[in-house]
């Protein structure tokens, strides 16, 4: 049974860090896909960032480039997201997502992925 598990979520104030991480299980994930989405109540699921199986592309939302950074230990079937600089407005559910297909690119919709954790909150206070 495929599980993800994210942790690493929490109250913090604006300009702060974070690093969540989300460990699967279940599945040999090195050759999938995967990315983190968040959603804010009342609105709907966004993509924020996704790395390729091999973790050679990047893909990031206009809204946090150059303040989160993806990565990835496939040796730990693991996949972080370090938030820096973090806004009122990153509050949000955070989840990751595998891939529905290997050796893919990693996409931005929330269609092009299989299975999905739980969601740790985070909450930036300003």
């Known amino acids: 049974q495929v599980q993800l598990v994210e942790s690493g979520g929490g109250l913090v104030q604006a300009g702060g860090s974070l690093v969540l991480s989300c460990e699967a299980s279940?599945?040999?994930?090195?050759?999938?896909?995967m990315g983190w989405f968040r959603q804010a109540p009342g609105k709907e699921r966004e993509f924020v960032a996704a790395?390729?199986?091999?973790?050679?592309?990047?893909k990031y939302a206009d809204s946090v480039k150059g303040r989160f950074t993806i990565s990835r230990n496939n040796a730990k079937n693991t996949v972080y997201l370090q938030m820096n600089m973090l806004k009122p407005e990153d509050t949000a559910s955070y989840y990751c997502?595998?891939?529905?297909?290997?050796?893919?690119?990693?996409?931005?919709?929330?269609?092009?992925?299989?299975?999905w954790g739980q969601g740790t909150q985070v909450t930036v206070s300003s």
């Open positions: 790395k390729n199986w091999s973790g050679g592309s990047t």
């Open positions: 997502a595998v891939a529905r297909t290997p050796l893919g690119v990693g996409g931005t919709t929330s269609a092009e992925y299989e299975y």
């Open positions: 279940g599945r040999t994930f090195s050759i999938y896909g």
